[in-house]
């Protein structure tokens, strides 16, 4: 089993800018593919960025792209989420996942999941 706690959401203005953070327990944290979703009101859990094992490769939706920074840091047990220009419609709250093997957009194939943090974007 893995564990995933996030933390850095909250409220920011428009344009403002936030770090999320997953810290991991439970399994080698090395071993697993992160990534981040989010889910706003009445929509479906949607893909936001996801870094492989060692960090080398990351995928972004195209919504973010440009915006966000997903990293990780390997001796920490922490995948972070860096998000700057922010909208309104980046409201949602903000899932950390992890899976060994999956990077993708499908929501069903990430085997672990954090319990979630608010992020809200004021116009």
């Known amino acids: 089993q893995v564990q995933l706690v996030e933390s850095g959401g909250g409220l920011v203005q428009f344009g403002g800018s936030l770090r999320l953070s997953c810290a991991a327990s439970g399994r080698t944290f090395s071993n697993y593919v992160m990534g981040w979703f989010r889910q706003a009101p009445g929509k479906e859990r949607e893909f936001v960025a996801s870094?492989?094992?060692?960090?080398?490769?990351?995928y972004y939706a195209d919504s973010v792209k440009g915006r966000f920074t997903i990293s990780r840091d390997n001796a920490k047990n922490t995948v972070y989420l860096q998000m700057n220009s922010l909208k309104p419609e980046d409201t949602a709250v903000y899932y950390c996942?992890?899976?060994?093997?999956?990077?993708?957009?499908?929501?069903?194939?990430?085997?672990?999941w954090g319990q979630g943090t608010q992020v809200t974007v004021s116009s």
């Open positions: 870094i492989s094992w060692a960090g080398g490769r990351t």
């Open positions: 996942a992890a899976d060994q093997g999956y990077s993708g957009t499908a929501v069903g194939r990430w085997d672990y």
